[in-house]
C-alpha cells in the first residue's frame, strides 16, 4: 500500500509504518489531517456538506476501506443521518432512523467509549455493510457533554487497528466533534433565523400571510409579470358588516369568522404561486399571478358563494342572517409608468363599488393598461 504523505510503498503495515517513519513524521502527518478536516469542513454550507468533505477528506489520507460519520438525533436514541466515503460500497440492511440498541454502532453510544472490532466475524453486533471488511474501529464523537454521533471506520485487514493507527483515529474524532458542533449550532441559528423571519411573514390572528409579506410579495410579482408582460389580478375579500358583528356577538366570535374565512380562502387555492394574506382588519388579499380578469372574476364569486355556503351566523348584517363578503377584483398588465399601487387603488375602489351596491357580490374594475378579457 502507499502511503498517503510520502507515497512509498509499505510492506508491515500501519504499526511498522509508525515505526519507520518516528514519532516526528507521525504527528506532522496527524496534524496536516487535522488542519485538513477543519479547512474541509468550512467549506461545506450545509451540515450533510461538511460530514461529507470530513469523510473524503479521512479515506483520502489515510488507507482505511471505508469511513463514515453516523449523527443522533437531539435525544441521542436513535441514529438519523449517515454519510460515508471509501473504497468499498457500504450497504446497511436497514435504513434511517435506527435505535441506539441495535449494532456495534449503538454499542459505542450506549458504552460511551471506542469499540475495537479485530475480527468482525466474530462480534455478535456488527452489522455488516461489505463482504470484504474484516474489522472496524468506532469512536463516539463527543463535544463537551454532548454526543453527536459515531466515527466509524473498517479495513480490510485483520490487525490494522493498531494502537498507533487508533490513537490517530482518537485525536481525528476530537476534531471531527468541534466541527460538528460548529456546524450544527451555525445550522440551528439558520432555522431559528428562517423561522423568525416565517414569523415576521405571518399573520398572528389567521395564520396567513401578512400586509409586510403581501407588500414584499406584490412588489416581486409586479417586476416579474413587468418583465414577462403577462396579467397580475388582486381579490380584496371584505366581511360585510363586521363592526355591528363584533358589537353583538363579541371579538372573539368575529375573530373566528377571520379564521374561517382564511382557512377557507387557502383551501380553495389550486396553485402554489397564489398568496392568501391578511390585508388589514377583516379584509383579505389574494394575489393571483398570471390571471387574467375572467380568470380572477371566477374564483372571486366562487369565495363568495363558498363564504355564504359556510353559513356562519351574523345577527345584525343588513345583508343577510350569516356571515358574506364583498369582493373587489382587478387584472392588468403591469405598465413600465406604474406602480403596484395602481393595482391596489383599482381593486379598491371596486371594494368600495361592490359595498355601494349592496354587499354580497363581486366587482370587477378596469384599469390602464386594459385588462385581457
Known amino acids: 500500500m502507499r502511503h498517503p504523505a510520502t507515497g512509498r510503498h509499505d510492506t508491515g503495515g500501519p504499526a511498522t509504518r509508525g515505526h519507520r517513519q518516528g514519532a516526528r513524521g507521525e504527528r506532522a502527518t496527524l496534524t496536516e489531517i487535522l488542519a485538513e478536516v477543519s479547512a474541509e469542513a468550512l467549506q461545506g454550507e450545509t451540515l450533510e456538506e461538511v460530514l461529507q468533505r470530513i469523510v473524503d477528506c479521512i479515506t483520502r489520507h489515510l488507507p482505511v476501506a471505508i469511513a463514515s460519520i453516523i449523527l443522533l438525533n437531539e435525544e441521542g436514541t436513535h441514529f438519523v443521518q449517515e454519510v460515508w466515503a471509501g473504497k468499498l460500497e457500504l450497504d446497511l440492511p436497514f435504513g434511517m432512523p435506527w435505535p441506539v440498541e441495535r449494532g456495534a454502532a449503538g454499542r459505542c453510544v450506549r458504552a460511551g467509549e471506542a469499540q475495537l472490532i479485530a475480527d468482525v466475524e466474530c462480534d455478535p453486533d456488527y452489522v455488516p455493510g461489505n463482504p470484504h471488511v474484516r474489522s472496524e474501529y468506532i469512536l463516539p464523537i463527543r463535544h463537551r457533554a454532548r454526543l453527536h454521533g459515531v466515527l466509524n471506520l473498517e479495513a480490510t485487514q485483520a490487525d490494522f487497528f493498531a494502537l498507533e493507527v487508533r490513537a490517530m483515529f482518537d485525536a481525528v474524532a476530537s476534531q471531527i466533534a468541534g466541527t460538528i458542533h460548529l456546524a450544527r449550532v451555525v445550522r440551528e441559528l439558520e432555522l431559528a433565523n428562517r423561522k423568525l423571519e416565517q414569523l415576521s411573514m405571518s399573520d398572528g390572528l389567521t395564520g396567513i400571510a401578512n400586509r409586510r409579506c403581501f407588500d414584499q410579495r406584490l412588489a416581486e410579482e409586479w417586476r416579474r409579470h413587468l418583465r414577462d408582460g403577462r396579467p397580475l389580478a388582486l381579490l380584496l375579500v371584505d ?44 379584509e383579505l388579499a389574494l394575489l393571483l399571478p398570471g390571471s387574467d380578469q375572467r380568470e380572477a372574476r371566477r374564483r372571486a364569486e366562487h369565495l363568495r358563494r363558498r363564504v355564504e355556503k359556510l353559513a356562519l351566523a351574523h345577527p345584525t348584517s343588513s345583508v343577510a342572517p350569516h356571515v358574506t363578503v364583498s369582493v373587489g377584483v382587478c387584472a392588468m398588465r403591469p405598465g413600465e409608468a406604474q406602480s403596484p399601487d395602481a393595482l391596489i387603488d383599482a381593486a379598491d375602489r371596486a371594494l368600495y363599488a361592490a359595498k355601494a351596491r349592496g354587499r354580497n357580490r363581486v366587482v370587477v374594475a378596469r384599469a390602464q393598461p386594459p385588462v385581457t378579457t
Open 239 to 282: 366581511v360585510d358588516c363586521f363592526k355591528p358583528l363584533n358589537d353583538a356577538c363579541g371579538h372573539l366570535y368575529g375573530d373566528e369568522c377571520l379564521r374561517e374565512l382564511a382557512r377557507l380562502s387557502s383551501t380553495m387555492v389550486e396553485r402554489d404561486d397564489v398568496l392568501v394574506a391578511r390585508y388589514g382588519g377583516e
